[in-house]
Nanobody, 122 residues
């Protein structure tokens, strides 16, 4: 019943910006550590960015300095601010919940959104 829903994808010109959002829908008592992945046709899905239980951010080398990941205070929503977009950023972007944090403790999870298309034209 718990699902992740992405929004904010679009087609933009090189050098432009987009902000992706991913929200948890359905009832859950969890707060989440979350991450973003992307996949191009014929390519393997790759890690883009993540934010852990302490709010620490991590990034793939290809997006460092251009992308920023963040969460709201509920830790049920994650954002990816993408600046200085390049044609090679074109992909389907997926959000993922990695860890459920509750007052009783934390457990690993593996929840994926359906993906949202980002297209960057030259």
């Amino acid at each position: 019943q718990v699902q992740l829903v992405e929004s904010g994808g679009d087609s933009v010109q090189a050098g432009g910006s987009l902000r992706l959002s991913c929200a948890v829908s359905g009832y859950t008592s969890c707060k989440y550590a979350m991450s973003w992945y992307r996949q191009s046709p014929g390519e393997e899905r790759e890690f883009v960015s993540g934010i852990d239980r302490r709010g620490r951010q991590s990034y793939a080398d290809s997006v460092k300095g251009r992308f920023t990941i963040s969460q709201d205070n509920s830790k049920k929503k994650v954002y990816l601010q993408m600046n200085s977009l390049k044609p090679e950023d074109t992909a389907m972007y997926y959000c993922k919940a990695d860890l459920c944090m509750t007052p009783l403790g934390s457990v690993s999870v593996n929840l994926w959104g359906q993906g949202i298309q980002v297209t960057v034209s030259s």
